[in-house]
């Protein structure tokens, strides 16, 4: 499956943003999605899952600020981020998984290219 991440941007605190990643290729449907971010000199940091069902886990810094959500029929998932502080600045990637609804980026096997998300203070 190729992946298309759109939609970062700079914005200022408080602002809101909403990514999204096309897929194609293959049966969106059958895989699991995450968004993971990634700055500088740091590891890749998960963000927010879905499974197949829309059954959503978020990482503990970004809940009740950002919701992942997913369109099976527009092969599109999103990540819909609110109240964006500076340090959510980051590149935000999307990754996709058959098997599990995984919140390690080594359970993703498939990888967009990355969209910057940049908020100011």
């Known amino acids: 499956v190729q992946l298309q991440a759109s939609g970062g941007g700079l914005v200022q605190a408080g602002d809101s943003l909403r990514l999204s990643c096309a897929a194609s290729?293959?049966?969106?449907?059958?895989?699991?999605m995450g968004w993971f971010r990634q700055v500088p000199g740091k590891e890749r940091e998960f963000a927010a899952a879905?499974?197949?069902?829309?059954?959503?886990t978020h990482a503990d810094s970004v809940k009740g600020r950002f919701t992942i959500s997913r369109d099976n029929a527009k092969s599109t998932v999103y990540l819909q981020m609110s109240s964006l502080k500076p340090e959510d600045t980051a590149v935000y990637y999307c990754a996709a998984n058959p098997s599990v609804l995984g919140v390690r980026a080594s359970e993703y096997i498939y990888w967009g290219q990355g969209t910057q998300v940049t908020v100011s203070s």
């Open positions: 879905i499974s197949r069902t829309g059954r959503t």
């Open positions: 290729g293959s049966t969106f449907s059958s895989f699991y």
